[in-house]
C-alpha cells in the first residue's frame, strides 16, 4: 500500500513562512485528490487545501492567500507553502491521498508533522 510521509515541520515566530512536504512511497498520478488536514490543540481537525490530479487547487477561506498547495509529480510529493503564520496556525498537520481500487474508494494518511508558531 502507498506510503505518505510528511516533513517540514517545526518552530516558527509569528509573521514567518514554512513549506511542509508530503513525499509519496508510489506515484502520486494515481491519487485522484490529495490535500492537507491540520489539528490544533484542543481543537477539530479541519481541512485545509486540497489538489487534483489536475492540479485544481481548492483552500477553507481561512488559508486563502495565505497557504499555497502544489505538486510536484517527478519527485512524487506534495507542498504546502504557508506564509504570514499565526500562533493559530499551531498544530500538527496531516497530508492525505484518495484514490480509486476498482470500485472502492480509499485514502491514505501521513503520520503528521508539527508546526508550531511562537516567538
Known amino acids: 500500500q502507498v506510503q505518505l510521509v510528511e516533513s517540514g515541520g517545526g518552530l516558527v515566530q509569528p509573521g514567518g513562512s514554512l513549506r511542509l512536504s508530503c513525499a509519496a512511497s508510489?506515484?502520486?498520478?494515481?491519487?485522484?485528490?490529495m490535500g492537507w488536514h491540520r489539528q490544533g490543540p484542543g481543537r477539530q481537525r479541519e481541512s485545509v487545501a486540497t489538489?487534483?490530479?489536475?492540479?485544481?487547487?481548492n483552500y477553507a477561506d481561512s488559508f486563502k492567500g495565505r497557504f499555497t498547495i502544489s505538486l510536484d509529480n517527478d519527485k512524487n510529493t506534495m507542498f504546502l507553502q504557508m506564509a504570514s503564520l499565526k500562533p493559530e496556525d499551531t498544530a500538527a498537520y496531516y497530508c492525505?491521498?484518495?484514490?480509486?481500487?476498482?470500485?472502492?474508494?480509499?485514502?491514505?494518511w501521513g503520520q503528521g508533522t508539527l508546526v508550531t508558531v511562537s516567538s
Open positions: 508510489e506515484n502520486i498520478g494515481g491519487f485522484v485528490v
Open positions: 489538489i487534483t490530479a489536475d492540479g485544481d487547487t
Open positions: 492525505f491521498g484518495n484514490y480509486l481500487d476498482g470500485d472502492r474508494a480509499l485514502a491514505v
